[in-house]
């Protein structure tokens, strides 16, 4: 049994040009045996035809005969090209010319065909339904796609940092907003390709070619450079990059280089405050520049598949992939954002939350660990608290957590908070805790740990971070503990006690402090 013979109550649309009322009977016959449920319109003239492509609801195909009175499929087809709709189009015809068929087809319709031999007219029709559909999906998805590129183009040009793409030679290709605001450049320079690396940068100790190697090998550490600005003068930056195309040849690879204005920084005499928004921004330049890298990779992924060829039930999954991490690009962008926004004054905040959006930002590096996130979160009422500052703090804590996790070994963080009392001061308030599976500290490290510049980190850390969280942690009039043992898997756990309510005046008169890790 063929396919058609299969259909049960099929419905099916058609717009028939056709003159003779009996041949209309006999097709509507045969398609109502071949299982379809017909609506069927019969129009005779242009204007008929003409009125009936207005109709809402559409059609799935249009039926021709070859040869009417005062219409024609000829010109039937050339008014269904005039209203640019997609509709499979049949020429139908009592006798069939080899020459007159050709021509057909040359003009667009979908297939020709005898209405003594209406064996094929079931298949044809199944085949162009289908063929539609693709088409239908096609744009569909081409729609989405330039859509998805809109949203993702103006969230480049829109986000905080200058944004630079080079090619493996030092050629400036891409620069965003940010690029002329920081220094100066128009535009139009940039399309010309009168921006390279070595214009942009003052001749120092990491020169362009060498930056370049080491960015297109995969090294991400974020470096402090000098640039020059359009004007001629200089500004420091605190410069981070990341290869788009990494699984490119070499000399085919294109970075992404984040620049973040350390002008600010420079002029500061703070030893502490300069220090901490360094660290900061770099990290903020490394962080964005990763995870932008994974969605724009999956777009130009899905746009290379989808131009291979006619798409079929794969297409919807590429686009859903696309369109999933560039909502996690946004996602990511605004929590980084948010994260670094400093509270002005103490406010109700939700301690859940500010794990979110810590967890957000270090969300690449957890996944790479394969690092599991346990959440134990109790039922916990708000709490009055400078937002920026604990949220700070946690960030400390769970990005130390990360650090002490190897990388042969998947690892686990938990985080767990519970109402909790400060048996010393009779106050009310929560117990935030957060724990690892790393291989943990012993006494004489866990004595320096809150002192600042102390760091088990080597080059690559501060010793500042657990010094202020520590500070934070007090001027909230909170306390912190840790427990820690050496050796495999032993972990390190950090308990903090939060007041629901500090004292008032205590929290607003001291000063403000940020860190990171």
Known sequence: MSTHQQLTDKPLRVLLVEDSADDAI??????????????????????AMQRALDDAAGWDVILADYQLPNFSAPAALI????????????MMSGAVDEETAVAAMR???????????????????ERELKEAATRRQRRDTEAALRLSEKRFHHLVESMPLALLISDRKGRIIYANDGVEKLLGYPRVEIEQGALTLDRLLVPGPHAPETLLERWTQGQKEPLEVECRTHSGATVWVLLGAAVLNPEAPLEQRQVAAFLADLSAQRRSDELLRRTEKLTAAGRLAASIAHEINNPLEAVMNCMYLLNQGPLEDTAREYLTLAQRELDRVVYITTQTLRFYRQSTKPMETDVHELFETVLALHEARIRSLSITVVRQYGKIAPILVYDGEIRQVLANLVGNAIDAMSPMDSGRVIIRTSPARDWKSGRDGIAVTV?????GMDKKTIAHIFEPFFSTKGITGTGLGLWVSLELIEKHQGTIRVRSHRGKNCGT?????????????????????????
């Open 26 to 47: 006999l097709l509507d016959r045969h398609l109502r045996r071949s299982g379809y449920s017909l609506d069927v319109t019969r129009v005779e003239t242009a204007e």
């Open 79 to 90: 008014l269904l090209k005039s209203t640019g709709r997609d509709i499979p189009f049949i």
């Open 107 to 125: 003009a667009g319709a979908h297939d020709y065909i005898a209405k003594q031999n209406l064996a094929r007219l079931i298949p044809a029709i």
């Open 435 to 439: 724990a690892d599976t790393g291989s």
């Open 493 to 517: 756990i950090f308990r903090i006690f939060l007041p629901s309510r500090p004292q008032q005046s205590e929290v607003s008169e001291q000063p403000l402090l940020r860190a990171s890790a």
